[in-house]
């Protein structure tokens, strides 16, 4: 149940306290959260531009800083998704150096959460448990019930009982036990934490959290490479448990570290819905601690009342000298819409999120327009079709003829004239 290695181990965020490397989340002398620490100059000779380049289009181009246990030789192609330029978008929200990170197409299971899940089953394996899972809001189960798979291991799943049918279906599929829990996620939290002391199980964001956060860590290297090894000004980044904001942050900092790119200031923007807000709402009222909230937003994947990197998010996004809004229901369908609109990328609710938000930063001048900024779109739009429900009428079946499409075509005119009408004055069409 404990495995050892030259380059990485667990250590205490508050008092230090080093573990080497065991399926634990927690200082048992502080309570503090654990993370993975790395000897920096161990890794210095393996973690080059030349030796990432020459690796694999995938995130194990970046395995040296990675928690990978000695023995694992990762083969699933997880990762490298692409970076967009974002014109149109940005045309539309004023900006004119806007890109957009594109997790919707993540491989295997369409969202971010396929990287975190493959450092967190490499470990699950290194630790020797046969049975692993998670407590998810979504994205995880689907990653994990797929990963679990591949790899030969039994899969536990617990999610909220109210979750997308989609997301539901995604993680059945690949033969898990899917476990319905009455309640939100911080629930179903609850009760993994006392399924990992209880069972020996593998629980990937619970005892083995502190490996799957560091995969998240990709998605920072992969801008910097993607940007020609240059960081951006900004990055705009959805925000559930806090854990994806601040590794894309430790990133960097390594890469500045090990002088892969330049050091200079990355101001970090923070993600939420309002209807569950709580690191947001830290932020702007310059709060040290977070006021849990009862989530009640269409953003599932994102609704975390009590994140448990909360605190850590939002100490670093004032840190950086960033900001973190959230947006209506109203405004992440909207958001939805305009992504795939102007660039062509159906993105999920929390991508509704991430681009209301980002407009909305611009609109009030926190972002500069001719900065580079990264907008971090992390799931797929197919996963949440129920939030667009109602958006669009069913087109009624013409007959095969040219003369009935003419005709169809002037009545489909007329409607979007009424639409444009109906919109201009910022009125909602349902
Ligand atoms: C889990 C998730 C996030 C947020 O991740 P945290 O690291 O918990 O903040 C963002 N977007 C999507 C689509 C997710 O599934
Ligand atoms: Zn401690």
């Known amino acids: 149940m404990a495995y050892s290695c030259r380059t990485y181990e667990l250590k205490c965020n508050e008092c230090g306290k080093r573990f080497g490397n065991r399926p ?30 020459a690796g694999p289009a995938n995130i194990w181009r970046y395995a040296a800083l990675l928690p990978i246990p000695e023995g694992f030789t990762p083969d699933l192609p997880v990762g490298f998704t692409p970076l967009v330029k974002a014109s149109r978008l940005g045309k539309r929200v ?8 594109n997790d919707a197409v993540c491989f295997p299971t369409l969202s971010f959460k396929d990287r975190v899940v493959s450092v967190a089953l490499a470990n699950a394996q290194a630790f020797g448990f046969r049975t692993v899972g998670c407590s998810s809001t979504g994205n995880l189960a689907n990653s994990v019930a797929a990963q679990a798979a591949r790899l030969g291991l039994n899969a536990t799943i617990l999610v909220p009982a109210d979750l997308e049918p989609a997301k539901i279906l995604n993680t059945l599929v690949y033969g898990a036990r899917l476990v319905r829990v009455e309640g939100n996620y911080d629930h179903v939290n609850r009760l993994c934490t006392m399924i990992a002391d209880e069972y020996r199980w593998g629980l990937v964001n619970v005892n083995l959290r502190p490996y799957y956060a560091e995969g998240s860590k990709t998605v920072g290297y992969e801008i910097a490479e993607q940007l020609g090894w240059r960081l951006p000004d900004n990055i705009v980044c959805p925000m559930a448990g806090g854990s994806l904001i601040r590794k894309i942050r430790k990133a960097f900092r390594e890469l500045i570290a090990l002088g892969l790119v330049e050091d200079k ?6 993600a939420q819905a309002t209807g569950c807000s ?3 709402h830290a932020v702007r009222e310059r709060l040290d601690w977070i006021e849990p909230q009862r989530p009640n937003t269409i953003a599932r994947s994102l609704a975390i009342g009590n994140p448990a990197d909360g605190p850590a998010a939002a100490k670093m996004i004032r840190e950086t000298g960033g900001w973190a809004e959230d947006v209506s229901d109203v405004e992440v369908v909207a958001g939805m819409q305009e992504l795939a609109e102007t660039e062509g990328i159906f993105t999920e609710t929390a991508g509704g999120v991430t681009t209301a938000v980002t407009a909305k930063l611009y609109a009030d001048g926190r ?3 001719d900065q580079v900024t990264v907008s971090c779109i992390t799931g ?10 109602g958006r669009y009428r069913e087109q009624p079946a013409i007959r095969p003829r040219l003369a009935d499409f003419a005709a169809h075509l002037e ?7 009424g639409l444009e009408l109906a919109t201009a004055g910022g009125v909602y069409v349902d």
């Not at 654990?34 to 161990?42: G, K, N, R, S, Y």
């Not at 797929?380 to 429900?389: E, H, R």
């Not at 009545?411 to 004239?417: I, P």
């Open 24 to 53: 634990i989340s927690a200082c048992d002398d502080c309570l503090a959260p654990l993370e993975v620490a790395f000897d920096l100059e161990a890794v210095r000779p393996q973690f080059t531009r030349e030796t990432i380049q």
């Open 94 to 101: 004023g900006a004119t150096n806007l890109y957009v990170k």
């Open 265 to 270: 200031p990355v101001r970090f923007f923070g």
């Open 278 to 280: 709580p690191i947001s």
């Open 367 to 369: 972002i500069s327009r």
């Open 380 to 389: 797929n739009g197919l996963k949440t079709t129920d939030a667009l429900v």
């Open 411 to 417: 009545t489909l005119e007329h409607a979007s004239l």
